[in-house]
T-cell receptor, first 117, second 112 residues
Framework: NAGVMQNPRHLVRRRGQEARLRCSPM?????VYWYRQLPEEGLKFMVY????????ESGMPKERFSAEFPKEGPSILRIQQVVRGDSAAYFC???????????????FGEGSWLTVV | DQQVKQNSPSLSVQEGRISILNCDYT??????FLWYKKYPAEGPTFLIS?????DKNEDGRFTVFLNKSAKHLSLHIVPSQPGDSAVYFC???????????FGQGTRLTINP
């Protein structure tokens, strides 16, 4: 769990500002996933990326949200013009395998808590 | 469209007794199920999983049961310990897919 690094852990933004959340996967992992947890809800899949490619963005809101995972550096989840409803915990996970998911192959980071005021 | 449901938001159990957490799903395509434990301000930690070809998987104090006909799974913790107090999430996936569908979570409190 500690191997997936997310920063910042806490971020406060005013409405209309941009939020950037970073995720460094575990060493040797080239697959990154972003999940969002709204208050009192479960985690919801947002996007799955491999290096330089977005594989599945079916859970991403159509506007204001984007994600990237460049060849070098961390994966970034970018939220433009934040609104109060974006306040949530954003979790990154990483895996080594490209085939399916198992409990022993996907690892979550400790999350980034975004508060929009 | 909540495909994975945990209908009990909270559960309180005495230390040493059995904790039973329940989860229902609607998508018959799900063939792999996981339980995660989550402490406040931390990420989910994997506990135990089960494939749809099995109906039971056991790991120490944790056992997961799967009833495919009822589309229901449960997590048994015995004996329950104070350190088990956390939020437990049930999750499901389809083999070959790269995403998990989570339930809403159940907050388990173990009382001394």
């Amino acid at each position: 769990n500690a191997g997936v690094m997310q920063n910042p852990r806490h971020l406060v933004r005013r409405r209309g500002q941009e939020a950037r959340l970073r995720c460094s996967p575990m060493k040797g992992h080239s697959h990154v996933y972003w999940y969002r947890q709204l208050p009192e809800e479960g985690l919801k899949f947002m996007v799955y990326l491999q290096k330089e490619n977005i594989i599945d963005e079916s859970g991403m809101p159509k506007e204001r949200f984007s994600a990237e995972f460049p060849k070098e550096g961390p994966s970034i989840l970018r939220i433009q013009q934040v609104v109060r409803g974006d306040s949530a915990a954003y979790f990154c996970a990483s895996s080594k395998s490209s085939y399916g998911i198992s409990g022993n192959t996907i690892y979550f980071g400790e999350g980034s808590w975004l508060t929009v005021v | 469209d909540q495909q994975v449901k945990q209908n009990s938001p909270s559960l309180s159990v005495q230390e040493g007794r059995i904790s039973i957490l329940n989860c229902d799903y609607t998508n018959s395509m799900f063939d792999y199920f996981l339980w995660y434990k989550k402490y406040p301000a931390e990420g989910p930690t994997f506990l135990i999983s089960i494939s749809s070809i099995k109906d039971k998987n056991e790991d120490g104090r944790f056992t997961v049961f799967l009833n495919k006909s009822a589309k229901h799974l449960s997590l048994h913790i015995v004996p329950s310990q104070p350190g088990d107090s956390a939020v437990y999430f049930c999750a499901a996936s389809i083999q070959g897919a790269q995403k998990l569908v989570f339930g809403q979570g159940t907050r388990l409190t173990i009382n001394p």
